[in-house]
Each structure stands twice: as structure tokens, then as C-alpha cells.
């Protein structure tokens, strides 16, 4: 892995201050899989005094995006992403320290050798599920993912 959690974490305060400012990091990373947390604070809490759908997504994204741009970057190619759809489901309310994981990370080299190969841009659906403390799942984010080379 390029990319290390706080090398990341660097990055989200420069090029992602809102994520960074509400608390998202990234807290561990590799291949396959990667962690994401955030706490339930004033500065990312909705009326409901539970933690905003929005940070939460921002969290969920964190964790399929930190991977796809590390294994962009190991791949050595000019490769663009983007998200082109999402959808969540929410189960319970988000308090406390809400952990990120996403799992999928084995998809994203064959979507990148496919689009190195064929030149053709690619799409890959990630998901990342958020727990509570004790275990919970509060939330359940897809995200479709975009890749092409850069021309």
C-alpha cells in the first residue's frame, strides 16, 4: 500500500477540510479493506441530536475512495474516478463513534485493468456499513464508482 491511514488523514485536512473539520479519518487501510471512524459531535449533529446523514456519508465514501485512490496511484496510470450513484439505508441513529468498513476492495484492480486494457471506463459498486460502538449497524452506504484513463 502507497498510502498509510495518516499520510490520508493529511490529505482529507487539505483537499477534504469539511470531512476533516466533522471528524472523519481514516484509520486503517489495505488492499481489501479499509476503516473509517467519526464521532457523534455538536459540529456534525442534526436536530435530532444524532450525527448528520450527510458526515455519515462522508465517512461511508472514505472508506471505498481511500482505496480506489491508493490502488490508482500503485497501478501508475492517469486514471479519473467519480461516484455516479449512491444510495443508503439508515436503522438506527448514529451517536457516539460510528466505524466505517468497507470490504471491496478486491474489485477495484480488475476494474482498473479492464479500463487500462480496453480503454473503456469502467463501474464498480462498493459497500460500507456503519456500527456503533456496540456493534450496531446504523447505516449501509453503496456507492458506484467510476473509473477511466485520463486522455
Avoid: Y
Amino acid at each position: 500500500m502507497a498510502v498509510s491511514a495518516s499520510k490520508f488523514n493529511m490529505f482529507a485536512f487539505f483537499k477534504l477540510p469539511s470531512a476533516w473539520w466533522c471528524g472523519v479519518r481514516l484509520r486503517h487501510i489495505e488492499r481489501s479493506k479499509a476503516v473509517v471512524t467519526v464521532k457523534h459531535r455538536w459540529v456534525n449533529q442534526n436536530p435530532f441530536n444524532s450525527m448528520f446523514w450527510a458526515v455519515q456519508g462522508m465517512a461511508a465514501e472514505l472508506s471505498t475512495g481511500a482505496m480506489m485512490i491508493d490502488q490508482i496511484k500503485e497501478s501508475g496510470h492517469h486514471i479519473s474516478m467519480l461516484v455516479a450513484h449512491n444510495n443508503a439505508s439508515f436503522s438506527k441513529k448514529a451517536r457516539g463513534k460510528i466505524t466505517f468498513t468497507c470490504e471491496d476492495g478486491d474489485l477495484i484492480k480488475g476494474a482498473i485493468d479492464t479500463a487500462v486494457a480496453t480503454g473503456e471506463g469502467q463501474t464498480i459498486w462498493m459497500k460500507s456499513v456503519g456500527v456503533n460502538a456496540d456493534g450496531v449497524v446504523v447505516s449501509t452506504f453503496n456507492f458506484e464508482w467510476t473509473i477511466r484513463l485520463k486522455q
